[in-house]
C-alpha cells in the first residue's frame, strides 16, 4: 500500500490571515502567529492517515516553533529550488504556482494533497497532465485556513485513496 503524502502550507492555510473580527487566540507564544493555530489540529491531521510534509517557505522554522506547537514529530520539509533553477520561459508552466513543479517532483508519482490558500486552476491542470498517481489540490480560504469542512473533505479524499496506484480520483 502506498501512502498518500499531504503537503502542508503554513501562511493562510493553517495559520488564518484575515477575515472579520479576531482570531481565536490559543495560548500564549513569543512568535506571534502561533496563537492563532489551534493546537488541536495537530492529532487532527495526524488521524487523515497520511505521511505529513511541510511544504511553505518556513523550511526548518515549521518543524521548531510549528510542530512542537501542534504535538506533531518533526515532518519532512519540502527545499525549494533556487529561482534560477526554474525555466520560467517554458510555456506549459504559465500561471503555475512555484510550489507545483516541486511538489510533483517531490510526490514522484504517489497519490498526494496539496492544502494551500494560492492554487489555481492552472496548477490543477498541469498536475492532471503530468503527475501519474491521483492528487487532490484542495484550496483554502486564506481567511479561515483549514477549517473541519476541509479536513473533513480532505480525510475523506485520502481514505478513497486505500494505497491506488495510477490515475485514480481527478485533481480537484
Known amino acids: 500500500m502506498t501512502s498518500v503524502l499531504l503537503f502542508l502550507d503554513i501562511d493562510g492555510t493553517l ?8 482570531h481565536p487566540v490559543y495560548g500564549t507564544s ?15 491531521l495526524r488521524a487523515l492517515g497520511a505521511e505529513l510534509v511541510w511544504a511553505t517557505t518556513w523550511l526548518d522554522d515549521a518543524n521548531d516553533l510549528l510542530s512542537p506547537w501542534l504535538g506533531l514529530p518533526a515532518l519532512p ?6 529561482e534560477d533553477d526554474e525555466d520560467a520561459d517554458e510555456p506549459d508552466g504559465v500561471g503555475l504556482h512555484w510550489k507545483t513543479r516541486p511538489l510533483v517532483e517531490w510526490a514522484a508519482g504517489r497519490p498526494f494533497v496539496w492544502v494551500d490558500d494560492e492554487i489555481t486552476g492552472a496548477d490543477r491542470a498541469w498536475v492532471a ?11 483554502v480560504d486564506h481567511r479561515l485556513g483549514l477549517a473541519d ?3 473533513a473533505a480532505v480525510g475523506e479524499w485520502i481514505g478513497r485513496q486505500g494505497g491506488a496506484q495510477g490515475s485514480g480520483d481527478p485533481v480537484a
Open 30 to 44: 513569543p512568535h506571534p502567529l502561533l496563537p492563532r493555530l489551534d493546537p488541536a489540529l495537530g492529532p487532527r
Open 15 to 22: 495559520i488564518p490571515f484575515g477575515g472579520p473580527g479576531p
Open 77 to 82: 520539509v519540502v527545499r525549494w529550488p533556487d
Open 149 to 151: 469542512a476541509g479536513l
Open 129 to 139: 497532465d503530468r503527475h501519474p498517481g491521483p492528487a487532490l489540490l484542495y484550496r
